[in-house]
């Protein structure tokens, strides 16, 4: 039978240990550890790793098998000049990695050189493995050389003799040079070469002048025309070395001569020695030649000196090399292994770790490279380039080198020297190599970074962006690194209420939307509650104060609490008994309100002028629609000294003024004095949340810092219509009145109104107030500015107001008032929240969170929850989802929880988004749901499926990746594209990892994470001294195993770099180079610092 | 002390190892019922580096015991290191590692082990490695 041929080029089938050997299919493998298939025609080793921040940070993961690592980008101006501080974005430099050195091999001869022994010819070839081609061929036939210099031997009769030598062998090496020079044997990609000519300053073997004689002449050959006269031309390439040290303690008897073939070219060279001519080795290692021994097994050791070279231990006079009988040796630079190279490629490193996230530089990068072999001439290539905002180091990279296959291109240099570059973790290699066809070294290189821009003050919106990684610490803290500028934040999230707890927690659960980033205490503890991490703009349009910094991270609680400030001093109308006395007022009070007695007495109250006129007109000035100004009995009480103030005004009195002014006129309406009207306000914090509405209060508690009496309002008659003024003050954002902000996040105030006899379980807006955009009602919806604040006095008041109460005038129009001439039921607190305004909203005391979230339909999802419930008391609902308000990512409350499946003896342990599928992961099983559209236009969560066996113990078990939503399951691998379930680990065939083997491998500490670089998930059998990881690749759809991947300390769950690689948080032991948050607080962070310490310590 | 915490990420570059396991299905040259006497296994791949790598190469005929190929003698990239067949560095060049087997082998079916090993002080250097095909060299006996 003919021979026949079986080839296998595909490996893509990867591992299939469920599978009998027998049965795997032709691309399938029985074992492939480390080695990944991720196409055909293609395996290879796995991935490497690499460290991806400069520098750590002094902290530990917490324990347990959370996720614990979290990224996101976030829009933010930001001018982060601490970036600076880490060093590592400082000027780029150039370091000479290595010199460029000629490939040459020496051949080192003894004195007593013999070659031609039996066999009687003898060949020695010298392979170019590169290249594929020999480098040189040597003949020696004994028969041929009998007499004098014939034979190559050296070995002088007695001591040594140099015209003997000269004759005798000098001259038969040159011959022996000769067989290459005058009959060389290159293909036309061969690299060339030539003897290395020795010097007269290097002792000149036998120069013609140091011919004394016609014998000596004779004796060299010189003029012997049977072999040539002139041999290589009178320059002559063997030389005599008498070195001691190296060679031999007699070396001026027994000299040792020296031979240098040298190549045109700068670089490495891997050789093979072959033929007869020596002792094969194994596989042809060839070190040396001695012939006339019976046992020819002793080579050279590496690292070994050359003196020792035990070529022919039957030598009578010395164990040295230089009196061995017959020994060659042929080395490159002292490596004694013959695929080491003599030869070095040019070799540089330009270092630059990262660039300026807010700075441009023009960089400029020249190379001279050597055009010629002897290195006289070079080339110059001048590579510039600018880099842009928002670019990364390696756009820097591409933009100066450029190039396909990282070949510098440039008209400046012949691409025969073609020079390449790598990248690095500190930089790029800049080098020449085996695919450069004439490397002759490269000379220099220069980098140089000017012309730089500060644009930290003219960010652009499309350049405010970062992508950021918060890695859960132990004790409840986080840490929160950015990628761009590859230093880790001087501002932490700490979810402790009181900082000296330390013990540690189970894990963060983090979230982000629309930038900000939340966290929450997976195990609840009520030490801990969730926080808020944001990048801010905190200067408002209708702000009094001047924010220091007006932009910054701040970390907040997630649901704050508005800030209240009881007013203390002063008595209230009900109080006092003249209840229409201006005494009756409160100092510094919040709201003002209109009681049904009220007569215009102004006189007294701050802001007002006395004496003026206390009625009300219109624009127009027409007298007939003046109304009185009522008197504000019971009046400016509020929750916040100079913050809130809400004046209702029911134009129901038609009395004339007390100044002898005209009577007003009633504004008719549908409002009743049997049917008062309650008012609340809650507060609006960036980020989504609204705060529980809070009835607005009259007069002050009986003992300081109690709540007042809860308002009401009414008219004095029925039928006419209300107005309401709000102004904001100071107070509202500007605390004291310096920078101290009471909550950063808040972003404006809504007011509500109650209709106690009409519809007493709802609040319907009246109106909202923006501090960016001003005031808007359901009355037309549009936004209006916010005006000055005077009320009646002739300087601006501390405040803005819905309504200017001019200076201008003394009168009071009610055109300044927001009029209802109908309660306003348009829009509900429960319409727009979806919550019932008694419900607590939001994540707002210790041990409340939740322990997964997600996006989905523009409205929060939160899994696993821990709430405070209708009773007030904190319930920990297991199974339970609570969903937030569309865009009000953090408003939510008890009353919008689902429970898709409960009391199934199982938790939820993650949701997912897949599409415009909600996924719910729990333990055992898993949920999916869909969206149902309503008749009203809200959506609604239906249950599609359930599936049980399916479920994951913990969300580093799940990873988003482009071919749909993947997770490791105690019964196997899955991946769902939002239509269909696919079990990755199962095929027709069988399993393609044994059921006993992933038995043992899945655990509460298994985890995947998918690589967009790579295109393949790996998953690790747990996140502690990790042994084994599974790799399933996307190319091939086959699994393969590592030991090489997540081995140490304790990890994190898995995310991924701005360039798809799969990116994690790990321990390392040692302390080495890191930074503390307290060290970032310092130095070029002193404004964040400062706002740091605020931020920690204004939590409302 | 407090350990640090530290970011990492795969890199673009193939990982340098020091285990490495890579067995093959058994291979029946497209009949399973035939007996083939195995003459020659090519190897192309190419890897980082000169010099002997500790990437080792074994075969099994029908599923019984490993034993060790024999380098080609006039290959140049299959060598003998240490008593054991191995794969030379190739400079990342592509290359065909040629092995012999060291008696007459006769079977139904082949499979191949490539292991890392390395004794003493050989180079454990393995980097960038890329496997392209395995070729069996065979000739059919006769069918049983």
Redesign the interface.
């Known amino acids: 039978m003919p021979k026949q041929q079986q080839s296998i080029r595909d490996f893509s089938g990867g591992i299939a240990d469920g599978v009998n050997t027998k049965d795997l299919k032709e691309n399938q493998l029985v074992e492939c550890k480390n080695f990944i298939a991720d196409g055909i025609g293609r395996l290879s080793t796995v991935p490497g790793t690499r460290e991806a921040s400069a520098v750590g940070v002094v902290s530990e993961l917490p324990e347990g098998n959370a996720k614990n690592i979290h990224g996101w980008t976030a829009d933010l101006a930001f001018e982060y000049t601490g970036q600076e501080s880490g060093n590592n974005i400082e000027a780029p430099t150039i370091t000479e990695v290595q010199v460029a050195k000629r490939a040459s091999i020496d051949f080192w001869h003894s004195t007593s050189y013999l070659m031609a022994l039996n066999p009687f010819v003898k060949s020695l070839v010298i392979h170019n493995i590169d290249r594929d081609h020999p480098v040189l061929t040597w003949l020696v036939e004994a028969n041929s050389y009998k007499n004098t210099y014939d034979n190559l031997d050296l070995n002088p009769p007695s001591a040594y003799d140099q015209s003997w030598a000269k004759g005798r062998s000098v001259k038969a090496l040159e011959v022996l040079a000769n067989q290459h020079t005058i009959n060389p044997v290159y293909p036309e990609n061969a690299i060339p070469w030539k003897w290395k000519t020795v010097s007269s300053s290097n002792k000149v073997s036998h120069a013609p002048s140091e011919m004394t004689n016609a014998t000596q002449e004779n004796n060299d050959g010189l003029t012997d025309s049977a072999v040539g006269a002139n041999l290589n031309g009178n320059r002559f390439v063997v030389e005599k070395v008498s070195d001691n040290a190296t060679w031999g303690s007699n070396s001026t008897t027994h000299p040792v001569w020296k031979m240098t073939l040298e190549f045109d070219y700068w670089g490495k060279i891997n050789y093979s020695i072959e033929g007869t001519w020596g002792i094969p080795r194994e596989n042809g290692i060839y070190y040396g030649y001695r012939p006339n021994t019976s046992n020819p097994s002793i080579v050279a050791t590496h690292g070994v000196s050359h003196r020792s070279i035990d070529l022919n231990s039957s030598n009578p006079t010395t164990s040295n090399f230089n009196s061995r009988n017959g020994a060659t040796f042929i080395v490159n630079n002292g490596i004694h292994e013959h695929t080491d190279v003599y030869g070095a490629y040019s070799k540089f490193s330009l270092n630059m770790v990262n660039i300026s996230y807010y700075k441009t530089h023009k960089y400029t990068l020249n190379i001279q490279v050597y055009k010629d072999v002897e290195q006289t001439t070079f080339d110059t290539i001048n590579l510039e380039y600018r880099n842009d905002l928002g670019e990364q180091v390696d756009d820097v990279f591409q933009g100066l080198l450029g190039g396909g296959e990282n070949r510098i291109i440039h008209s400046g240099y012949s691409q025969d020297q073609a020079i390449y570059w790598e990248r690095h973790d500190g930089g790029v290699y800049l080098f020449q190599n085996s695919d450069t066809e004439k490397p002759y070294g490269i000379k220099q290189v220069t980098i140089a970074r000017t012309q730089e821009v500060n644009a930290s003050s003219s960010l652009s919106d499309g350049e405010r962006y970062q992508h950021l990684v918060a890695i859960a610490n132990k004790s409840a803290q986080a840490s929160v690194y950015s990628m761009e500028t590859d230093n880790w934040l001087p501002w932490s999230i700490d979810l402790r209420e009181d900082t000296s707890v330390t013990t540690d927690n189970k894990g963060i659960s983090f979230f982000d939307v629309e930038g900000y980033l939340t966290a929450s205490c997976m195990a609840f503890k009520t030490n801990n509650i969730p926080q808020w991490f944001g990048y801010l703009d905190i200067n408002k349009t209708y702000c009094l104060a001047t924010m220091t910094p007006s932009t910054d991270f701040f970390s907040t609680k997630f649901s704050p609490t508005p800030y209240k400030q009881i007013v203390t001093t002063g008595l209230t109308a009900n109080q006092n008994s003249t209840n229409d006395s201006a005494s009756a007022v409160i100092t510094n009070s919040h709201q003002a309100v209109d009681w049904f007695s009220a007569e215009a007495v102004w006189s007294g109250v701050t802001g007002w002028i006395s004496g003026a006129a206390n009625s009300f007109k219109n624009l127009d000035d027409d007298d007939n629609n003046k109304i009185r100004v009522l008197r504000h009995s019971k009046s400016y009480i509020g929750s916040e000294s100079f913050g809130l103030r809400v004046f209702c005004q029911f134009f129901d009195d038609q009395n004339a003024g007390t100044n002898g002014t005209v009577a007003g006129v009633p504004m008719i309406g549908t409002f009743k004095k049997d049917n008062p009207v309650h008012f609340y306000y809650s507060y609006i914090y960036e980020g989504g949340y609204v705060s529980q509405p809070i009835r607005i209060s009259c007069g002050v508690g009986a003992t300081a810092n109690q709540e007042g009496f809860p308002s009401s309002f009414a008219p004095k008659s029925d039928s006419v219509s209300m107005g309401i003024n709000v102004v904001i003050g100071k107070q509202l954002i500007g605390g004291d009145g310096n920078n101290n902000i009471l909550n950063l996040r808040l972003k404006g105030v809504e007011i509500w109104a109650k209709y106690t006899k009409s519809d007493p379980s709802n609040l319907y807006l009246i109106t909202e107030i923006d501090l960016n955009k001003g005031y808007r009602s359901n009355l037309d919806r549009n936004w209006k500015s916010l005006s000055n604040y005077y009320f009646g006095s002739s300087s601006v008041q501390s405040g803005y107001s819905t309504g200017d109460f001019t200076a201008s005038s003394s009168d009071k129009y009610k055109t300044d008032y927001l009029i209802f001439s109908e309660p306003n039921l348009i829009e509900s607190f429960r319409n727009r929240y979806g919550l019932d305004y008694q419900d607590n909203i939001g994540f707002d005391q210790g041990g409340t969170g939740w322990k997964t979230a997600c996006v989905f339909n523009r409205k929060a999802f939160y899994g696993n929850i821990r709430i405070v419930g209708k009773d007030g008391k904190i319930e920990y609902k297991p199974d339970a989802i609570l969903k937030s308000a569309p865009s009000m990512y953090g408003t939510v409350g008890i009353s919008t929880m689902i429970e898709a499946t409960i009391n199934d003896g199982d938790e939820i342990v993650s949701l997912q988004v897949v599409g415009n599928k909600l996924m719910q992961f729990k333990k055992y099983s898993l949920t999916i749901m869909g969206i149902k559209q309503l008749e009203n236009g809200e959506t609604s969560e239906i249950i599609e499926q359930v599936i049980h066996h399916s479920g994951v113990l913990s969300e580093s078990q799940i990873c988003k990746t482009p071919y749909g939503l993947f997770w490791v399951s105690r019964s196997g691998i899955y991946i769902y594209n939002g239509q269909s379930i696919t079990k990755l680990s199962e095929t027709k065939n069988g399993n393609l990892m044994s059921k006993k083997d992933w038995e043992t491998f899945y655990g509460e500490r298994t985890m995947c994470g998918y690589d967009a670089y790579w295109n393949h998930v790996i998953i690790p059998r747990t996140n502690l001294n990790n042994n084994k990881t599974f790799i399933y690749s996307f190319n091939t759809g086959a699994f393969t195993t590592t030991t090489e991947q997540i081995n140490g300390l304790k990890t994190s769950g898995f995310i991924q770099t701005r360039t798809g690689h799969v990116m994690y948080a790990q321990e390392i032991a040692e302390a080495g180079s890191s930074i503390t948050k307290s060290q970032s607080n310092t130095s070029d962070h002193s404004a964040g610092a400062t706002n740091s310490t605020i931020n920690q310590n204004n939590t409302q | ?17 020091t ?9 029946d ?2 009949d399973a019922s035939l007996k083939k006497s195995y ?1 020659r296994v090519n190897v192309t791949y190419s890897m980082e580096g ?3 790598s500790p990437l080792q190469i074994k075969y099994r005929i029908e ?1 019984s015991s490993w034993k060790y190929l024999v ?1 080609d ?1 006039v290959n ?1 990239y ?4 240490s008593s054991r067949p191995k794969f ?4 990342n ?1 592509l290359k065909t590692a040629v092995f012999k087997f060291p008696e007459k082998e006769v079977g139904r079916s082949i ?1 191949l082990k490539l292991e890392l090993s390395t004794i003493g002080q050989e180079s454990a250097d ?16 006769n069918r049983k």
Do not use: C, Q
């Open positions: 002390m407090p350990n640090n915490i530290i970011l990492k990420a795969s890199s673009p570059s193939l990982s340098s190892l285990e490495a396991v890579f067995i093959t299905k058994e291979y040259g497209g003459s000169s010099g002997v599923g380098p003698p140049r299959s060598v003998l290191k030379l560095r190739t400079h060049h499979s393995f980097e960038k490695f890329i496997l392209s095909d395995i070729t069996f060299t065979f000739r059919i006996i």
